[in-house]
T-cell receptor, first 115, second 113 residues
Framework: SAVISQKPSRDICQRGTSLTIQCQVDSQVTMMFWYRQQPGQSLTLIATANQGSEATYESGFVIDKFPISRPNLTFSTLTVSNMSPEDSSIYLC????????????FGEGSRLTVL | EDQVTQSPEALRLQEGESSSLNCSYTVSGLRGLFWYRQDPGKGPEFLFTLYSAGEEKEKERLKATLTKKESFLHITAPKPEDSATYLCAVQAYRGSTLGRLYFGRGTQLTVWP
């Protein structure tokens, strides 16, 4: 199992600004996943973050909008850049332990509201 | 593209009233089907993985089953603490690697006393 801490838990942001979400895991993991959960929509994978390499982005998500850092095996950040109201959502960090099982552990999420 | 459809969107049950949630999927090369539970304000919590048609998994009042086209999450004699949103996800093989998980929109279950 894994314990995942995300910060901030919620924030209200102004249009055009950027916000960085932090994710800390209590064990070392190879891959960390960033998801977006919009009201009434399915949980959608934004990108996979591997330590020591560029993140891999899913279709519809680009690095300029959602830059990701992965400085070590227990930490990652997701930045939501130049925010618009359409970016209002819950952003979730997750890991799969054991690796490659699909059995994901999630943080509690960061709820962003963009005005 | 892989797709997951969950029904109903919302379900209200009286305590003790058993029922089932449905997850229909279309995927080429299914590797696994997953059920998660999500409480308000929390991240999803893993419940089950099913790998092949005919497989069943149980946990307390929950039992998950799998066919080639759908999965059911049966809830027997539910209690108010079973109230949550239940998410279904599928994962396929992509050549020699594993694809991403595709999630359904979930079924919001409310169990009232």
């Amino acid at each position: 199992s894994a314990v995942i801490s995300q910060k901030p838990s919620r924030d209200i942001c102004q249009r055009g600004t950027s916000l960085t979400i932090q994710c800390q895991v209590d064990s070392q993991v190879t891959m960390m996943f960033w998801y977006r959960q919009q009201p009434g929509q399915s949980l959608t994978l934004i990108a996979t973050a591997n330590q020591g390499s560029e993140a891999t982005y899913e279709s519809g998500f680009v690095i300029d909008k959602f830059p990701i850092s992965r400085p070590n095996l227990t930490f990652s950040t997701l930045t939501v850049s130049n925010m618009s109201p359409e970016d209002s959502s819950i952003y979730l960090c997750s890991v799969d332990l054991p690796a490659n099982t699909g059995e994901l552990f999630f943080g509690e999420g960061s709820r962003l509201t963009v005005l | 593209e892989d797709q997951v459809t969950q029904s109903p969107e919302a379900l209200r049950l009286q305590e003790g009233e058993s029922s089932s949630l449905n997850c229909s999927y279309t995927v080429s090369g299914l590797r696994g089907l997953f059920w998660y539970r999500q409480d308000p304000g929390k991240g999803p919590e893993f419940l089950f993985t099913l790998y092949s048609a005919g497989e069943e998994k149980e946990k307390e009042r929950l039992k998950a089953t799998l066919t080639k086209k759908e999965s059911f999450l049966h809830i027997t004699a539910p209690k108010p603490e079973d109230s949550a949103t239940y998410l279904c996800a599928v994962q396929a093989y992509r050549g020699s690697t594993l694809g991403r998980l595709y999630f359904g929109r979930g079924t919001q279950l409310t169990v009232w006393p």
